[in-house]
């Protein structure tokens, strides 16, 4: 049976995982500072309300709401308009509570009838913790809720290419994982994307060339990174 997938809106991406995101499934964007991560989220809720007419939320962990939706002009995606429409919720959260972050995530989830969820940064999940053990079970009991929402999501987590993961969530509860890459050759810095885990898809597994400019975000999806 063919599965229903979610088109994320960002140029060239969903040609590397066979049209889209399946429905319903949890994806972390992994990567570096200033690959992108943001923006890619972003756009994944802009389009899903502008052009697909898919609600959405994004929860920020880290930026301010004003911030996001200036940012989001920068390249235009005018967030306002989805935002009076109540096509988009962005929040701002200051909460360090997890199990009312957990609450404030499902009320949210569930009062805009969201269909795509951005949470952005994951990272930000490690300083709600003392020890790794109960940020792991709390992180998956997290990702478990998120799955039975309805939403298809994507969760960001800033790290390094030799550590991207986010406490077991890639393993045990995503259904995909995306790497962003951010690093400086030839005197010139070039960013990437790929496609690493995508459950019940047929994905690139390889590299391609990610462009960030005043008319968004766009995937080079027919050419790779050596």
Do not use: W
């Not at 269909?115 to 994951?122: E, Q």
């Not at 993961?165 to 994307?193: C, N, T």
């Not at 597994?205 to 766009?218: Q, R, S, T």
């Amino acid at each position: 049976m063919e599965l229903e997938r979610v088109k994320t809106g960002v140029p060239g991406l969903d040609a590397l995982m066979n049209g889209g995101i399946p429905k319903n499934n949890l994806v972390v964007l992994s990567g570096d500072p200033g690959s992108g991560k943001t923006i890619m989220c972003t756009s994944f809720i802009y389009e899903g309300a502008k052009r697909y007419n898919e609600p959405g939320v994004f929860i920020s962990l880290e930026e301010n709401r004003e911030d996001i939706i200036k940012s989001g002009q920068l390249i235009g995606f005018d967030l306002q308009p989805l935002i009076d429409k109540k096509m988009v919720e962005i929040v701002a959260v200051e909460l360090y509570d997890f199990d009312k972050l957990k609450e404030l995530i499902e009320d949210t989830i569930h009062r805009v009838k969201a269909k795509r969820l951005v949470i952005d940064p994951g990272v930000i999940f490690r300083l709600y913790f003392k020890e790794e053990l109960e940020a792991r079970k709390q992180i998956l009991s997290l990702g478990k809720v998120i799955k039975k929402s309805g939403c298809t999501a994507i969760i960001t987590n800033e790290a390094s290419t030799k550590d991207y993961s986010l406490f077991g969530l890639e393993e045990y509860v995503a259904d995909g994982v995306i790497i962003l890459s951010h690093k400086k050759e030839h005197e010139q810095f070039l960013r990437s994307v790929a496609v690493v885990k995508m459950r019940g898809t047929k994905i690139s597994e390889k590299a391609h060339p990610l462009i960030i400019d005043k008319n968004g975000i766009e995937i080079l999806s027919k050419r790779e990174v050596f």
